[in-house]
């Protein structure tokens, strides 16, 4: 088959590697109809993330279930599946607490990678979901958005707490950061503030339910957030970078008793004790247990009530995979599909 | 009247000082019943955080109104009254929301000094709560333990999500960690396990309810909470010193999605963003909004129904206050009361 590998800092190579085989009783195989690229393949693809000798890429799929082990119960052949980004038994205590991410269990499927034509699915019964029907090719990409980016955005603002009569902000315009927005609108908030000086990115989060724009960043941003908020700040912030910068800027958005979400994976991040001491918000966040959320985000994808697909702005072959990481990279585009 | 002021570290000298006076027509004069010294008090008698020139001491205080401004329409004079550290007006969107430590017309009484005779305390009706009736002599001790170390024990205990089920581990044996074991309790957690290498304060930690008793400190400490839940760790854990060493402590004993109540307050730590994000942990805390749980804890009290006076182990004439300090210092006591 077919599939991305990365050997160094930009060098994306789309060659042959081996078709994947059932090797555990609880795997599938799944033929990708779609996959795509994630902000946070962008960290190794910069250098900034150690890659580890030639690494196959991906964690973001849906696809047709094509074989089964043995003990596999909940899919079958022919299904149509969306997956989170780490497998899970979705039967241990952590799990049915709510954090399949942290599953005693948990496999990265991102160590698989699934910019490929075929992939191995850990942990079958526990990890995919099925659609109630093969969908129609125009539901694709939000299927595939609700694989690992809506669903982060939507953890990001569970975490945060966003509720009706909440004033939330969102710090960062990338994908997650757009389905932020998408997801407190969902939630019910009554503001979404979207943090983004990109025109074409402001205009999705108005798409996608931003009440508010604000266009400045740190603490020219907080003091905007505090303007808005007769001085307080918001109930509810979340955040979507994962830098000291934007941490800071979410934390200082938030008011005294209010939550920050946190969604992106954190680089070079140092919280000040004492300032987060004094700030008194709650903090939670770390890598969305997607599979929490999915029976939810396909329904509402597959009714069409949200349409989480904008924010696949590029579709490329997987073959160009290359193109794909360098139009992200240089912030031509949001965020890119890659047909298998 | 006779107050404790520090003239810098290790300096404590109880002296005249002007008797208080009604400065706006919110506030109230109290005559101390009792006051004591905080573990929060040592950071500047130790030379930790700044002293600012001759600087008047205490935050913790019960007493009787003596004279009330002519806006006070809540307590009366005669009556007894339980306050907190933070004055607060109750009415704004901030303390409607639980967080009055952080009122948005807050007002420190640390400032004021309450190991004195009498004290001022302003926003009279929003600080101050009345007990039904003048509380028997022996109750006075449980009821100033509300002001703030009760009362941050169990905001430590609230902002870790104690709750049955639970398991909670408290990392801190200091009075405010005692009260936090005490909390837990009361709030139903299954299991307590109070993390102390000191005998009298392991007793202590029994008599509030521990159930389980951890020596170890650090990493080892880590290991013996996971060994205790299942490799987990601890659904909530309340952290009640404030270094990096207990931060990290009580981060890494919470199991993913847990929760961590922190309110020792904050020196010289910083929080490892990267860790913290796949810890996947709720993090809370901050100075307790006291005045949010007094009106339970004054009637838990008065119904004996609690016995948090118990962390006072020495008490003295507030004319010895010096020798309060040395003794909590030197971990020779728990807590000193002080008699006006």
Redesign the interface.
């Known amino acids: 088959m077919r599939g991305a590998v990365l050997y160094a800092p930009g060098e994306i190579h789309v060659e042959d590697r081996p078709d994947p085989t059932i090797e555990h009783p609880t795997d599938v195989i799944i033929r990708l109809a779609a996959t795509c690229v994630c902000g946070s393949d962008l960290w190794p693809y910069r250098g900034i993330a150690a890659v580890d000798g030639p690494a196959p890429m991906g964690h973001e799929y849906v696809g047709v279930v094509e074989e089964i082990g043995d003990d596999v119960r909940t899919v079958r052949p022919g299904q149509f599946v969306v997956g989170s980004f780490f497998a899970s038994d979705n039967t241990c205590?952590?799990c049915r607490?709510?954090?399949q991410?942290?599953c005693?269990r948990a496999e990265s499927v991102g160590a698989i990678g699934t910019q490929a034509q075929y992939a191995r699915i850990p942990l079958a019964d526990g990890t995919l979901v099925a659609t109630p029907e093969p969908p129609p090719d125009d539901l694709v990409p939000g299927l595939l958005a609700a694989s690992d980016v809506l669903g982060t955005g939507w953890f990001g603002a569970v975490a945060a707490e966003v509720g009706p009569g909440r004033t939330v902000a969102v710090v960062g315009d990338g994908a997650v950061g757009l389905l932020a927005v998408l997801a407190a609108r969902q939630l019910g908030a009554e503001r979404v503030v979207a943090m983004s000086r990109h025109e074409p990115r402001q205009k999705l989060a108005r798409e996608f339910g931003a009440t508010d724009i604000v266009t400045e960043r740190g603490d020219e941003g907080v003091a905007r957030i505090k303007e808005l908020t007769?001085?307080?700040g918001a109930h509810s912030v979340i955040e979507a970078v994962?830098t000291?910068e934007s941490?800071m800027q979410a934390v200082r958005s938030t008011?005294?008793?209010g939550h920050v979400g946190?969604v992106g994976?954190?680089?070079?991040?140092?919280?000040?004790?004492?300032e987060?001491?004094?700030?008194?918000?709650?903090?939670?966040?770390?890598?969305a247990p997607v599979r929490r959320f999915l029976p939810e985000l396909i329904e509402l994808v597959c009714t069409r009530t949200i349409d989480p697909g904008k924010v696949f702005d590029l579709e490329l072959p997987l073959d160009e995979a290359a193109e794909g990481y360098r139009a992200m990279d240089e912030r031509r585009a949001v965020k890119t599909l890659l047909r298998p």
Chains 1, 2 share one sequence.
């Open positions: 205590e952590i607490a709510g954090y991410s942290r005693v007769r001085g307080l994962g000291q941490m008011r005294p008793g946190y994976v954190s680089h070079g991040v140092a919280l000040p004790g004492q987060l001491f004094f700030a008194e918000v709650h903090l939670h966040g770390g890598p």
